[in-house]
T-cell receptor, first 112, second 110 residues
Framework: GAGVSQSPSNKVTEKGKDVELRCDPISGHTALYWYRQSLGQGLEFLIYFQGNSAPDKSGLPSDRFSAERTGGSVSTLTIQRTQQEDSAVYLC??????????FGPGTRLTVL | SQQGEEDPQALSIQEGENATMNCSYKTSINNLQWYRQNSGRGLVHLILIRSNEREKHSGRLRVTLDTSKKSSSLLITASRAADTASYFCATGFNTDKLIFGTGTRLQVFP
């Protein structure tokens, strides 16, 4: 079956613009994660959705970042008024309630 | 903040040698996982070990878990150039989010 997909694969934007990153998880996976990875760094947790529970937003770095998950499936991460420090690879992942987490290929965001 | 920290941060070895990476974590877990990342994009799951397990094998991979020391190790035996990648540990508790460590960059020279 299909894995986790993300779009776009690359996004270049100007400082101050808003961007939307999309994630299509594996069908049936109840958990969905967003992580951010700056060049040569580890994964920074952003937000976690589990079923119908309230999302864990504790990793969002500022109120410019938001995410939603519609119908328990597709998720969109929105960054408003982008800054240069937002440049990174944004990784989405999904899993069943417990166990292995499957990652998408990521969206490389470059803010000029 | 990161839950786990890998040690060493970087490791360079020759093909055929064994590579050992360590991971320490801070809070209670019910599983620990190791992932590999090539060229800074998506991560690939390698192995999962549950908190009631002490050792697990998968091919050339051997993972140990010591919950009393809150640490885990990943051993890659008979390394190959294709093993060159970054390796991350990740810890979870029940349905909680996975928290990743800082990673070990492994370079295997042919």
């Amino acid at each position: 079956g299909a894995g986790v997909s993300q779009s776009p694969s690359n996004k270049v934007t100007e400082k101050g613009k808003d961007v939307e990153l999309r994630c299509d998880p594996i069908s049936g996976h109840t958990a969905l994660y967003w992580y951010r990875q700056s060049l040569g760094q580890g994964l920074e947790f952003l937000i976690y959705f589990q079923g119908n529970s309230a999302p864990d937003k504790s990793g969002l770095p500022s109120d410019r970042f938001s995410a939603e998950r519609t119908g328990g499936s597709v998720s969109t991460l929105t960054i408003q008024r982008t800054q240069q420090e937002d440049s990174a690879v944004y990784l989405c992942a999904s899993s069943l309630r417990t166990g292995v987490v499957y990652f998408g290929p990521g969206t490389r965001l470059t803010v000029l | 903040s990161q839950q786990g920290e890998e040690d060493p941060q970087a490791l360079s070895i020759q093909e055929g040698e064994n590579a050992t990476m360590n991971c320490s974590y801070k809070t209670s877990i019910n599983n620990l996982q190791w992932y590999r990342q090539n060229s800074g994009r998506g991560l690939v799951h390698l192995i999962l070990i549950r908190s009631n397990e002490r050792e697990k094998h998968s091919g050339r991979l051997r993972v140990t878990l010591d919950t009393s020391k809150k640490s885990s190790s990943l051993l890659i035996t008979a390394s190959r150039a294709a093993d060159t990648a970054s390796y991350f540990c990740a810890t979870g508790f029940n349905t909680d989010k996975l928290i990743f460590g800082t990673g070990t960059r492994l370079q295997v020279f042919p």
